[in-house]
Protein backbone atom coordinates (compact mmCIF):
# COMPACT_ATOMS: atom_id res chain seq x y z
CA UNK A 1 0.00 0.00 0.00
CA UNK A 2 3.19 2.32 -0.22
CA UNK A 3 2.90 3.44 3.27
CA UNK A 4 -0.94 5.04 2.74
CA UNK A 5 -3.67 4.50 5.55
CA UNK A 6 -7.19 5.46 5.14
CA UNK A 7 -9.77 5.94 8.36
CA UNK A 8 -12.40 5.18 8.80
CA UNK A 9 -12.39 1.92 6.61
CA UNK A 10 -16.00 1.66 6.58
CA UNK A 11 -18.88 4.38 7.67
CA UNK A 12 -22.50 4.81 7.57
CA UNK A 13 -23.86 7.76 7.83
CA UNK A 14 -27.53 10.01 7.54
CA UNK A 15 -28.29 12.59 4.61
CA UNK A 16 -27.57 15.95 5.47
CA UNK A 17 -24.89 15.28 8.40
CA UNK A 18 -21.08 15.99 7.58
CA UNK A 19 -18.00 13.03 6.89
CA UNK A 20 -14.57 13.44 7.07
CA UNK A 21 -12.43 11.11 5.66
CA UNK A 22 -8.77 11.24 6.23
CA UNK A 23 -5.68 9.97 4.11
CA UNK A 24 -2.34 9.40 5.86
CA UNK A 25 1.04 8.54 4.11
CA UNK A 26 4.23 7.87 5.47
CA UNK A 27 6.61 8.72 2.35
CA UNK A 28 6.75 12.50 2.42
CA UNK A 29 4.98 12.34 -1.14
CA UNK A 30 4.02 15.63 -2.78
CA UNK A 31 1.12 14.72 -4.53
CA UNK A 32 -1.79 12.97 -3.31
CA UNK A 33 -5.00 12.24 -4.84
CA UNK A 34 -8.98 11.56 -3.24
CA UNK A 35 -10.72 9.15 -5.96
CA UNK A 36 -14.52 7.81 -6.05
CA UNK A 37 -15.18 4.32 -7.78
CA UNK A 38 -19.16 3.59 -8.60
CA UNK A 39 -19.87 0.86 -10.51
CA UNK A 40 -20.85 1.82 -14.42
CA UNK A 41 -18.19 4.48 -13.75
CA UNK A 42 -14.80 3.21 -13.04
CA UNK A 43 -12.67 5.97 -10.99
CA UNK A 44 -12.92 9.21 -10.67
CA UNK A 45 -10.81 11.91 -9.46
CA UNK A 46 -12.50 14.55 -6.30
CA UNK A 47 -9.49 16.65 -5.75
CA UNK A 48 -5.60 16.36 -5.58
CA UNK A 49 -3.02 17.96 -3.89
CA UNK A 50 0.60 19.39 -4.92
CA UNK A 51 1.45 20.31 -1.53
CA UNK A 52 0.76 21.30 1.81
CA UNK A 53 -2.60 23.99 1.52
CA UNK A 54 -2.08 23.61 -2.35
CA UNK A 55 -5.19 21.42 -3.45
CA UNK A 56 -7.20 21.72 -7.24
CA UNK A 57 -10.22 20.29 -8.19
CA UNK A 58 -10.77 17.27 -10.35
CA UNK A 59 -13.77 16.19 -12.41
CA UNK A 60 -16.13 15.23 -9.75
CA UNK A 61 -15.55 17.97 -6.89
CA UNK A 62 -18.81 19.26 -6.25
CA UNK A 63 -20.05 18.62 -2.77
CA UNK A 64 -16.56 17.91 -1.36
CA UNK A 65 -14.00 19.78 -0.28
CA UNK A 66 -10.27 18.95 0.81
CA UNK A 67 -7.33 19.81 3.27
CA UNK A 68 -4.02 19.24 3.43
CA UNK A 69 -2.39 21.43 6.34
CA UNK A 70 0.44 18.87 6.83
CA UNK A 71 2.46 16.76 4.41
CA UNK A 72 1.24 13.52 5.77
CA UNK A 73 -2.23 14.14 5.70
CA UNK A 74 -4.80 14.94 3.34
CA UNK A 75 -8.64 15.29 4.16
CA UNK A 76 -11.62 14.59 2.28
CA UNK A 77 -14.94 16.19 3.38
CA UNK A 78 -18.27 15.53 2.50
CA UNK A 79 -19.68 18.65 4.21
CA UNK A 80 -23.53 17.18 3.81
CA UNK A 81 -23.88 14.08 2.79
CA UNK A 82 -26.16 12.72 0.56
CA UNK A 83 -27.44 9.17 -0.94
CA UNK A 84 -25.28 10.04 -4.43
CA UNK A 85 -22.02 10.15 -2.13
CA UNK A 86 -22.73 6.87 -1.61
CA UNK A 87 -19.37 4.82 -2.85
CA UNK A 88 -15.75 3.62 -2.32
CA UNK A 89 -13.68 6.28 -1.67
CA UNK A 90 -9.30 5.98 -2.28
CA UNK A 91 -6.49 7.53 -1.75
CA UNK A 92 -3.78 7.98 -4.11
CA UNK A 93 -0.40 9.17 -3.91
CA UNK A 94 2.14 9.14 -6.57
CA UNK A 95 6.15 8.78 -6.59
CA UNK A 96 8.29 9.64 -9.54
CA UNK A 97 8.73 6.31 -11.76
CA UNK A 98 12.20 6.29 -13.84
CA UNK A 99 10.57 7.31 -17.65
CA UNK A 100 6.90 7.29 -16.62
CA UNK A 101 6.75 10.12 -14.60
CA UNK A 102 4.56 10.17 -11.01
CA UNK A 103 2.73 6.85 -10.80
CA UNK A 104 0.19 6.37 -8.35
CA UNK A 105 -0.29 4.25 -5.77
CA UNK A 106 -3.25 3.67 -3.95
CA UNK A 107 -4.52 3.01 -0.45
CA UNK A 108 -6.88 0.58 0.73
CA UNK A 109 -9.90 2.63 0.23
CA UNK A 110 -13.70 3.55 2.68
CA UNK A 111 -16.34 2.30 1.59
CA UNK A 112 -19.46 5.32 2.53
CA UNK A 113 -22.85 4.07 2.61
CA UNK A 114 -25.29 7.74 2.93
CA UNK A 115 -28.84 6.18 4.20
CA UNK B 1 -13.00 15.54 -22.40
CA UNK B 2 -10.44 13.06 -22.30
CA UNK B 3 -11.24 9.42 -22.72
CA UNK B 4 -10.08 5.99 -21.71
CA UNK B 5 -12.26 3.39 -23.20
CA UNK B 6 -12.05 -0.63 -22.61
CA UNK B 7 -14.01 -3.47 -23.05
CA UNK B 8 -15.99 -3.94 -19.81
CA UNK B 9 -16.07 -7.59 -20.78
CA UNK B 10 -16.13 -10.00 -18.82
CA UNK B 11 -13.54 -11.72 -20.64
CA UNK B 12 -13.43 -14.92 -19.99
CA UNK B 13 -10.29 -17.52 -20.38
CA UNK B 14 -9.11 -20.88 -20.17
CA UNK B 15 -6.19 -21.52 -17.45
CA UNK B 16 -2.85 -21.24 -19.28
CA UNK B 17 -4.45 -19.36 -22.16
CA UNK B 18 -3.12 -15.73 -23.06
CA UNK B 19 -5.14 -13.39 -21.80
CA UNK B 20 -5.52 -10.01 -24.01
CA UNK B 21 -6.70 -6.78 -22.22
CA UNK B 22 -7.15 -3.53 -24.34
CA UNK B 23 -7.78 0.27 -24.22
CA UNK B 24 -8.03 3.08 -26.49
CA UNK B 25 -7.67 6.89 -25.63
CA UNK B 26 -8.79 10.04 -26.90
CA UNK B 27 -5.87 12.38 -25.77
CA UNK B 28 -3.34 12.34 -28.31
CA UNK B 29 -1.03 14.47 -25.69
CA UNK B 30 -0.91 11.14 -23.40
CA UNK B 31 2.43 10.53 -22.42
CA UNK B 32 2.59 7.35 -20.16
CA UNK B 33 0.00 4.44 -19.43
CA UNK B 34 -0.68 2.64 -16.92
CA UNK B 35 -2.46 -0.86 -16.06
CA UNK B 36 -3.83 -1.60 -12.67
CA UNK B 37 -5.27 -4.86 -11.09
CA UNK B 38 -8.22 -4.93 -8.91
CA UNK B 39 -9.52 -7.45 -6.92
CA UNK B 40 -13.25 -7.24 -5.58
CA UNK B 41 -13.58 -5.37 -2.80
CA UNK B 42 -9.41 -4.52 -2.85
CA UNK B 43 -7.53 -1.25 -4.21
CA UNK B 44 -6.05 -0.83 -7.51
CA UNK B 45 -2.65 -2.37 -7.65
CA UNK B 46 0.14 -1.17 -10.45
CA UNK B 47 1.18 -3.98 -12.62
CA UNK B 48 3.56 -2.07 -14.71
CA UNK B 49 3.46 0.98 -17.33
CA UNK B 50 4.36 2.18 -20.72
CA UNK B 51 5.54 4.94 -21.88
CA UNK B 52 7.37 4.23 -25.50
CA UNK B 53 5.93 2.95 -28.61
CA UNK B 54 6.05 -0.92 -28.74
CA UNK B 55 6.14 -4.00 -26.18
CA UNK B 56 7.52 -3.94 -22.72
CA UNK B 57 7.44 -7.07 -20.41
CA UNK B 58 7.39 -7.79 -17.20
CA UNK B 59 7.27 -11.13 -16.26
CA UNK B 60 3.88 -13.20 -17.87
CA UNK B 61 2.70 -9.88 -18.59
CA UNK B 62 3.55 -7.74 -21.54
CA UNK B 63 2.54 -4.14 -22.45
CA UNK B 64 1.95 -2.63 -26.32
CA UNK B 65 1.62 0.97 -26.94
CA UNK B 66 0.67 2.37 -30.16
CA UNK B 67 0.86 5.56 -30.13
CA UNK B 68 -0.50 6.09 -33.64
CA UNK B 69 -3.61 4.71 -32.85
CA UNK B 70 -4.27 5.64 -30.19
CA UNK B 71 -3.95 2.20 -28.30
CA UNK B 72 -2.58 0.06 -25.28
CA UNK B 73 -2.82 -3.37 -24.40
CA UNK B 74 -1.65 -5.83 -22.23
CA UNK B 75 -1.38 -9.83 -22.69
CA UNK B 76 -1.19 -12.20 -19.30
CA UNK B 77 0.59 -15.05 -20.79
CA UNK B 78 0.21 -18.63 -18.76
CA UNK B 79 -3.09 -17.25 -17.41
CA UNK B 80 -3.89 -18.32 -14.01
CA UNK B 81 -7.24 -18.27 -11.71
CA UNK B 82 -5.38 -15.95 -9.58
CA UNK B 83 -4.95 -13.65 -12.53
CA UNK B 84 -9.37 -13.40 -12.23
CA UNK B 85 -9.87 -9.65 -11.71
CA UNK B 86 -10.87 -6.25 -13.29
CA UNK B 87 -7.91 -4.41 -15.02
CA UNK B 88 -7.82 -0.87 -15.18
CA UNK B 89 -5.90 1.38 -18.03
CA UNK B 90 -5.37 4.41 -16.91
CA UNK B 91 -3.46 7.48 -19.23
CA UNK B 92 -1.39 10.48 -18.13
CA UNK B 93 -2.77 13.60 -18.71
CA UNK B 94 -0.75 15.80 -21.40
CA UNK B 95 0.92 19.04 -20.86
CA UNK B 96 3.93 18.82 -18.29
CA UNK B 97 3.80 16.42 -15.35
CA UNK B 98 1.57 13.51 -15.80
CA UNK B 99 0.61 13.89 -11.99
CA UNK B 100 -3.17 13.28 -12.52
CA UNK B 101 -4.53 9.93 -14.35
CA UNK B 102 -7.57 9.64 -16.33
CA UNK B 103 -8.90 5.86 -15.62
CA UNK B 104 -10.91 3.59 -17.86
CA UNK B 105 -13.79 1.51 -16.29
CA UNK B 106 -11.96 -1.54 -16.18
CA UNK B 107 -12.09 -4.95 -18.24
CA UNK B 108 -13.22 -7.71 -15.46
CA UNK B 109 -10.85 -10.93 -16.48
CA UNK B 110 -11.97 -14.58 -15.56
CA UNK B 111 -9.64 -17.17 -16.07
CA UNK B 112 -11.49 -21.00 -15.93
CA UNK B 113 -9.70 -23.55 -14.04
Known amino acids: DAGITQSPRHKVTETGTPVTLRCHQT?????MYWYRQDPGHGLRLIHY???????DKGEVSDGYSVSRSKTEDFLLTLESATSSQTSVYFC??????????????FGPGTRLLVL | QKEVEQNSGPLSVPEGAIASLNCTYS??????FFWYRQYSGKSPELIMF????GDKEDGRFTAQLNKASQYVSLLIRDSQPSDSATYLC?????????????FGKGTLLTVNP
Open chain 1, 49 to 55: SYGVKDT
Open chain 1, 92 to 105: AISELSGGAGETQY
Open chain 2, 50 to 53: IYSN
Open chain 1, 27 to 31: ENHRY
Open chain 2, 90 to 102: AGANSGGSNYKLT
Open chain 2, 27 to 32: DRGSQS
